[in-house]
């Protein structure tokens, strides 16, 4: 382990805080199910971290929040796919509430809907999306409808037919990162949870294998699995408009992969598999480009999710078991600092939660 959590930093950044991981599990695999961390401040004022009981579920590859309720909801990159509901206790605890089997096969992303009345799954074995509803009390209705895709791309191994990667919800449609066909599909989600489409896909080049998303403002930039590359469009009359395309690290490496895009303070982070960096881009709204601005080292293998919090950088490093802390720099002339990490089995994914904002 890096710094210890009880001994480094201003302990107040993140007191309170509950950290949640979810990743692969199986037979050479000591993945528990979704991981629960919480910080606080010892007798000493320290800054203590304490392991919390895990929720048994078979790879929970993908976690989201609700954004007004304490809810967690998890998808099983299985066949089929399973969704489950967790409530966050007032000490960041989680409960498990209910499971149910979607339609689609290997679900690898969910997301909650603008109402948040729905919740969004992203399955990337069948090319497909579905959609669950919410209850009063959190948990989970039986699949309401599943939208499945057509095409392929020019990547005979990797682009056989359609793989939805993500699904994000924005301004009243529903995109979708579709790695085999190599565009972002526009849906539109109804009162009762149908899909229909909304528009015409968005075409990113040919064989560029867009995996996830971020939208700022008027700008839309998508991650390339296959090319390395981050292409940036301009929304211009209701239309995406491309403006170009970056590389995602300036490192050197046989081969990259990049994986989870996010957005932090205008600037757009990017984690690449191989590199194993996080690259940090300035967002040009002006000349309409991405700026590389930093890049660092992971300090772990295959950096597979990324999550920004006010004080943090999160990196789930899937190949090195572990989740690393970085504290953000606060100002320009300092640079991200490894603070800690969490040793944890193949996370794929990392979510901080306020658990006083959760637990309202």
Known sequence: MADDPATSGDPSILVGSAVYVGGYTGEDVQRRGVEAYRFDTDQADRLALTELAPVPLSTPSFLVAHPDRPLLYAVGETTPTTVSALRIAEDGSLELLNTVVSAGAGGCHLAVDET????????????????????????????????????????????????????????????????????????????????????????????????????????????????????LARRVDHRWQ?????????????????????????????????????????????????????????????????????????????????????RRPRDPDTGYVLDFEIPTAAPAVVLVRDVAAAAG
């Open 242 to 326: 491309e403006l170009g395309s970056w590389p995602s690290t300036s490192a050197t490496a046989a081969e990259c992969f990049p994986s989870a895009l996010r957005l932090q303070d205008g600037q757009v982070l990017v984690g690449n598999r191989g590199p194993d960096t996080v690259a940090v881009f300035d967002l040009d709204t002006e000349q309409g480009r991405l700026v590389e601005v930093a890049e660092l080292s992971t300090g772990g293998r295959w950096p597979r999710d990324l999550w920004c919090s006010p004080s943090h950088l999160w990196v789930a490093n899937q190949n090195s078991d572990a989740v690393v802390a970085f």
């Open 116 to 231: 948040g009345q729905y919740v969004l799954v992203a399955h990337y074995t069948s090319g497909s999306v579905s959609t669950f509803g919410i209850a009063a009390d959190g948990r989970l209705s039986e699949e309401l409808d599943h939208h499945a895709f057509s095409g392929s791309g020019p990547h005979a191994d990797r682009q056989d037919g359609p793989h939805a990667h993500q699904v994000v919800p924005h301004e009243g449609r529903v995109l979708v990162c579709d790695l085999g066909t190599d565009q972002v599909h526009q849906l539109r989600l109804d009162v009762e949870g149908h899909l229909r489409l909304a528009a015409d896909p968005i075409a990113l080049p040919a064989g560029s294998g867009p995996r996830h998303l971020v939208v700022s403002g008027d700008h839309l930039v998508v991650a390339c699995e296959l090319t390395a590359r981050l292409w």
